[in-house]
Nanobody
Framework: VQLQASGGGLVQVGGSLRLSCTAS????????MSWYRQTPRKQREYVAD???????GYADSVKGRFTISRDNIKRTLFLQMGSLKPEDTAAYYC?????????WGQGTHVTVSS
């Protein structure tokens, strides 16, 4: 199984972006799908997740600004990001839990300029 992340780019403070993470197979059996982010100065940190029943969770730093969703038909995980801040600048990674295996996608980079 492979995860392909996309949608990163350069955006101004206060702007929006939508990240996508498309799987190479159906995602119905993925127990949990998540977004993490990493900068050169920080360890990879949790951003948001969605579990199979649709329940979602968010890091305090993004709560109210980001929305995670999954489209099982399109085999895609989304992260709608709004009210972006410079501290949101990072490489964003998606992952999925399949049984006991954790699968990571490659990163997509987001730069928020002031």
């Amino acid at each position: 199984v492979q995860l392909q992340a996309s949608g990163g780019g350069l955006v101004q403070v206060g702007g929006s972006l939508r990240l996508s993470c498309t799987a190479s197979r159906n995602i119905f059996s993925f127990k949990r799908m998540s977004w993490y982010r990493q900068t050169p100065r920080k360890q990879r940190e949790y951003v948001a997740d969605v579990i199979a029943n649709g329940n979602t969770g968010y890091a305090d730093s993004v709560k109210g600004r980001f929305t995670i969703s999954r489209d099982n038909i399109k085999r895609t995980l989304f992260l709608q990001m709004g009210s972006l801040k410079p501290e949101d600048t990072a490489a964003y990674y998606c992952n999925a839990v399949l049984g006991t295996v954790i699968i990571w996608g490659q990163g997509t980079h987001v730069t928020v300029s002031s």
